[in-house]
Structure formats: C-alpha cells, structure tokens
C-alpha cells in the first residue's frame, strides 16, 4: 500500500488535507506495527481561521473580502489552499484559494450560488501539519506505521458537531523511491509532447507525479514474491529514469492514441497480434532484471545483494529468505 513517505532518522512534516472543515486540533497518534503507541503533538493548521466581513464578496463570487490584512499565506494557495468558507447560511463551501493580496481573498472558481454575507463569516484552511519525530515513529526503517488522527468537524454555529478518525499509512524507508525524470526527459523520449502540450504546463509536474505512483504500484506488485518494495531498489534512477519518462510520454498523449500505444508498448513491450502472447519485453522488464535490493537497510551494495539476475534475498521483518526470481518477462503492462 503507498502512504506517506517518512526517512529514517529525519522529522517529517506530514500535511493532512481534511475533508471537512476542522477548527480544532486533531488527536494525533502513530501505531507502529509491533503495537506500540506514540503520542504525538497536536496538528498545527496551514494557516489560522480569517474572518470575513459582511458582504465581503465580490460581483463575480471570486473574491473574498478579509475584515484585515491577511498575513502569512505565502504559498498557500493552489494545492495548499484547499479551505472551506463557513457562511452559516448553508453547509460550508469547499474552496480553492488562487491568491492572498492584503484583505483580497481570491479563489480559483466562483462560489456557487452566490451567498449574500449578510453576517461576517470564516474561512478555514483544510491543511493541518503533522510532525513525525524522528526518534521515536522515524527512528528505524518499518512499514505501515498507523497514523491516526481523530478530530471533531465544525460546520457552523447550527450544525451539530461529527467526530471522526482517519487512519493514514507512513512508511520509514531509508530513500524513497525516485526515479528523477523531469520534463526535459519526456521530451526527449518523445518530441511531440511540444505541441500536445501548451508551454504553461511543460514542468509537467502533475503528470511525473501520477505515473511515478503507478509505476511504484507496479513495481511493489511485482516485488511482493521477494518481501521488497520499490523503496528497497538501491539508485532506481539508473535503471527506471526512462521507463518514468516512457510513460508520463504516453500519458501527455493519450489524445493521440497511435503515438501512445506505441510508447505503452516501449514500456510493457508488444503482444503478438495473432494468439495475444508477449512478442518482446519492454523497457521495464528489462529495468527490473538489473536491479539491486537493499535488503539489510544499510544503503550499500553488498553481497549477496548485488544480484543482476537469479534469486533475491530479502530480510524483510528480520528474517532472511532466499526466494526464486519473479519472472518478469512474463508480466504484461500494467496491473
């Protein structure tokens, strides 16, 4: 299962996006998998609730009014703004906030339907920070450390209050997974991302981001027989850059389907038209046949870890196991 991702030996600042407008602090707990509960200190939110002043909005419904200047905000806007606008005339909007310019509040869309703000109202952000301490949750590498936080929505002055706990997975690896491909790397694996894509978007940022997670997805599926994980890969950089780089090609030209089926099919390899069978191996097949497991943690290449091809060694939960290689020329595209 992918979750947050913290590094061993470092404090992590894991920011929780609620889903409901919360005004107080979570109860934040980490339960590692051996049982052990960590109390941890309370969430700190994004940014502290802004009043907004009576008929504070503007003719287009974007733009909201602050009863003072708005400090602090710098870069909490877009996926950091997510916030919620408590009217208490209806249940709260959820809203994206584009820009904080003094007491000028500007969101990303209109609100729909406009409310009138007769009475002043509170914008509250959805993001609360989170610290993971580095001794105690981060102080090993462990997987699937339980982070609870249990919190209590606030809606507005008529709604009764809901409590409510989410439960999110944290990861202690000691390099998370990366592949490092950019988006100089996309275009050169596949030129034509110049013109199916407009300038403004070519850091191609959202794109690497989702198919790095696939292909982690993809890797943890098929790295399940040996007890690893794509977390466990030492410098996956050599080995899958251009596999990343193949397939956020791919996925920037979906319109274009003849252009990225054949990327697909450089990354997954190609079926025999005939019966359906793999024709040839793609280019992760390949990458997953020269890969090295760290399997004691250590962050060195060692034997027996240096294991082009054969069996893997895995010490996952302490444990030494000799496995078969996973037939990996085999596997078809992605599961």
């Not at 003719?59 to 708005?70: N, S």
């Not at 390949?286 to 069996?311: C, F, K, W």
Request: glycine residues 10%; contains cysteine.
């Amino acid at each position: 299962m992918l979750g947050v991702k913290a590094i061993v030996g470092l404090e992590r600042v894991y920011t929780y996006q609620s889903a409901r407008p919360i005004t107080a602090a979570p109860t934040a707990t980490a339960v590692m998998p051996d049982g052990t509960v960590h109390a941890l200190a309370a969430p700190t939110p994004l940014h502290a609730v802004v009043t907004i002043a009576a008929g504070g909005i503007s003719d287009d419904a974007r733009t909201l009014t602050a009863t003072g200047a708005v400090a602090g905000a710098i870069g909490l806007q877009g996926q950091q703004g997510q916030a919620f606008l408590l009217t208490g005339a209806r249940t709260p909007y959820a809203v994206r906030i584009a820009a904080v310019d003094g007491t000028a509040i500007t969101l990303a869309e209109p609100l729909d339907p406009k409310p009138t703000l007769t009475d002043t109202a509170r914008l509250v952000w959805a993001g609360w920070d989170v610290v993971l301490p580095a001794g105690t949750v981060c102080a090993a590498a462990v997987r699937n450390v339980s982070l609870r936080l249990d919190y209590t929505t606030d809606e507005g002055t008529d709604a009764t209050p809901a409590t409510g706990r989410v439960e999110v997975p944290v990861h202690v690896v000691r390099a998370p997974f990366t592949t490092g491909a950019t988006g100089e790397d996309i275009i050169a694996v596949a030129p034509r991302v110049n013109t199916a894509a407009p300038a403004r978007s070519q850091s191609f940022e959202g794109v690497l981001r989702v198919t790095s997670l696939r292909l982690e997805m993809r890797i943890n599926a098929d790295l399940a027989v040996d007890g690893a994980h794509a977390d466990d890969i030492l410098a996956p950089a050599s080995s899958f850059r251009v596999v990343h780089a193949h397939m956020a090609a791919a996925e920037v030209l979906a319109g274009d389907e003849i252009e990225s089926q054949r990327l697909e099919a450089i990354v997954w390899g190609r079926l025999d038209p005939v019966d359906g069978t793999r024709a040839s191996d793609g280019l992760y097949a390949h990458a997953m046949r020269s890969i090295t497991l760290d399997t004691d943690g250590d962050g060195a290449a060692n034997e027996p870890e240096v294991q082009i091809s054969g069996p893997r060694v895995s010490d996952v939960g302490g444990s030494f196991t000799a496995r078969a290689s996973t037939p990996f020329a085999r596997m078809g595209g992605p599961h």
